[in-house]
């Protein structure tokens, strides 16, 4: 809009007066034709292309972002599926300390201990899974798909 006030361009007038109407057209510039029009139109020019360049920095670095954050996510991911693992396997130890700590196989502390690391690795699975969600969401949030219903 700038640009078009600078450049010269046709444009339609009218005028209405007690016994007639005139129209015409007419050439002119919304600023005059100067030795500073050429300066302003280079202006404009280098504002445009520093726009465009900030708005390329901006999705770059979104995509960086985003990049990351799928990477994380990834990790996150095959963490929970191995810890998934290790969680069935410590169960199935408890149910064996159990049965052990029944007929006089093993010690109460043990026993304890043993219990006590299934439930260390059952909070750690669902802080997994916890983090998961976390990083979906900022994913979503980098890509614009969230709404901030407070602003609204």
């Known amino acids: 809009m ?5 450049l010269p361009g046709p444009s339609a007038q009218a005028s209405v ?12 510039a919304g600023q005059m034709m100067g030795l500073g029009s050429g300066a302003s139109l ?3 020019a280098s504002v445009q292309d520093l726009a465009s360049r900030q708005l390329a ?5 979104v995509r960086r972002k985003i990049e990351g954050l799928q990477n994380d996510l990834q990790t996150l991911t095959l ?9 069935v396997q410590t169960a199935e130890n408890l149910v064996m300390f159990t049965e052990q700590y029944k007929v006089g ?29 976390l990083k979906r969401l900022a994913i ?12 609204m």
């Open 2 to 6: 700038a640009r078009a006030d600078i």
């Open 17 to 28: 007066g007690a016994d007639d109407m005139e129209t015409g057209l007419v050439l002119g």
């Open 42 to 44: 280079e202006a404009l």
């Open 57 to 61: 920095e901006a999705s770059d670095d």
């Open 79 to 87: 963490r929970r599926s191995q810890g998934a693992k290790v969680l």
């Open 105 to 133: 196989r093993s010690t109460l502390l043990e026993l304890v201990g043993e219990h006590d690391r299934h439930a260390r690795l059952e909070r750690y699975q669902a802080a997994l899974g916890y983090e998961i969600v």
């Open 140 to 151: 979503a949030r980098e890509r614009g798909v969230l709404v901030n219903g407070a602003q």
